[in-house]
């Protein structure tokens, strides 16, 4: 073959465009106070610039509409879309013409062609159009690959491709936090970062729970009858900026007594996130299933119910406190109570509490009375089982405040 042999001119054109809006003229302003030396010279630069938005000249977005110079980018969780074309620059009719689209990710092959059939024929200076969409869950390199292949009017079977790269980016970056309360609750932080160039309206920030909790989100300030996000009414997110959401999950009653069950749930639930961009471009993120550090409650746990907030000192006040059987067996339980310098029981100590079968639970009401004024650490339980042979001790198991009833306000 002749290497210097011309390059087969071919009867169709393919043209491909990304479809996207137009983007807000970003400009950075410059700025400086009345006592400095250039005075309102920069105030009124900015003033007369016809790219700035009228009396809020300092913000960054304009009121121009820039159109995309090139193929550009593409975040995680945004639709892409292109507009494909082929078209007749030939003088002759060309048959069976049929158009594919492939997106070549790093792990797989997308077929994206609305249609896989043939066309039968296109006449000169006419064109057959397409727009595919691709809603983009990977982060990396992408390959958009057009195909055409026809038929030309002597029977001549020709075929020809264009390759057209572009980058898929993250535009969030999110850390979560857990923090496993006293109770089976847990919290969780979410620190929600916008990482892309411009700013972002947060639509919806939520957390789908696992089957084994509920939700509560603690993002709402309530005002009467109704709730005001925490953000304020307009929610953006500028470039760079973080945004901390908190939820709060509690086990469903279904598995909130079964202590072992819920002992070993590491699954959480997954974030789901909406935004919109500069000219209402939606984008979608989901994360994948948050996991947590299983807490170590050991054989036995021990938790309080019932507490007031504020006694009175030297007055009993009652707690109820409640013991969990998280092992696998049987256990046969005596209650020891012991005396702290501030804090006194008042019962007898060294009773029986009975079997308690793996997963259950019971009750336990106690009377209890302080010594010391403050806020005191209610301690000094002991649990056997004496079936083991085998000792728990439970120290701060909880804070109560003492105060005294005949501390006069008067001086």
Not at 80 to 100: A, G, M, P, T, W
Not at 255 to 274: F, S
Not at 289 to 311: F, H, K, N
Request: aromatic share 8%; glycine share 6%.
């Amino acid at each position: 073959m002749d290497v210097n042999q011309a390059k087969q001119e071919h009867l169709l054109a393919l043209k491909v465009m990304r479809l996207t809006k137009p983007t807000l003229f970003t400009n950075l302003p410059v700025t400086c106070e009345d006592r400095d030396l250039p005075g309102d010279l920069f105030g009124q630069l900015m003033r007369e610039d016809p790219s700035t938005i009228k009396g809020a000249e300092t913000l960054m977005l304009g009121e121009m509409l820039t159109l995309p110079q090139n193929f550009g980018n593409i975040f995680l969780g945004e639709t892409f879309s292109s507009y494909i074309s082929v078209h007749n620059d030939s003088n002759q009719v060309v048959k069976d013409i049929l158009v594919k689209a492939d997106l070549q990710t790093s792990s797989q092959r997308l077929n994206l062609s609305a249609s896989n059939s043939a066309v039968a024929e296109l006449k000169p200076e006419c064109c057959i159009d397409d727009v595919i969409h691709h809603e983009v869950k990977e982060i990396g390199t992408h390959i958009l690959v057009c195909a055409v292949s026809y038929t030309t009017h002597y029977g001549e079977k020709l075929y020809f491709r264009k390759f057209f790269k572009f980058q898929v980016l993250k535009p969030l970056d999110v850390k979560t936090k857990f923090y496993n309360a006293e109770t089976d609750e847990v919290f969780l932080e979410a620190q929600i970062q916008n990482i892309t160039t411009s700013p972002m309206f947060m639509e919806k920030v939520s957390l789908e729970p696992s089957m084994m909790y509920n939700v509560t989100e603690l993002n709402m300030v309530t005002s009467g009858d109704q709730g005001e996000s925490t953000f304020g009414k307009m929610s953006y997110l500028q470039p760079m900026d973080t945004r901390q959401y908190l939820y709060c999950l509690k086990p469903k009653p279904e598995y909130a007594e079964k202590a072992g069950v819920i002992k070993g749930v590491t699954v959480i639930g997954k974030l789901d996130i909406v935004w919109k961009t500069n000219l209402g471009e939606r984008g979608r993120l989901q994360t994948s299933q948050l996991q947590r550090m299983a807490p170590g409650y050991g054989d036995i746990r021990l938790s309080l119910e019932m507490i007031p907030d504020t006694v009175n000192l030297e007055e009993p006040f009652d707690i109820i406190c409640k013991i969990t059987n998280c092992s696998e067996r049987t256990m046969d339980l005596v209650l020891e109570m012991c005396n702290t310098r501030s804090i006194h029981w008042c019962g007898i100590s060294g009773r029986q509490l009975g079997k308690l079968s793996p997963g259950g639970f019971l009750s336990l009401p106690l009377t209890v009375l302080s010594s010391v004024q403050g806020l005191q650490s209610i301690s000094g339980l002991r649990l056997t089982d004496t079936f083991l042979k085998r000792t728990y001790e439970y120290d701060d198991i909880a804070q109560v405040c003492v105060v005294c009833p005949f501390t006069s306000n008067e001086s």
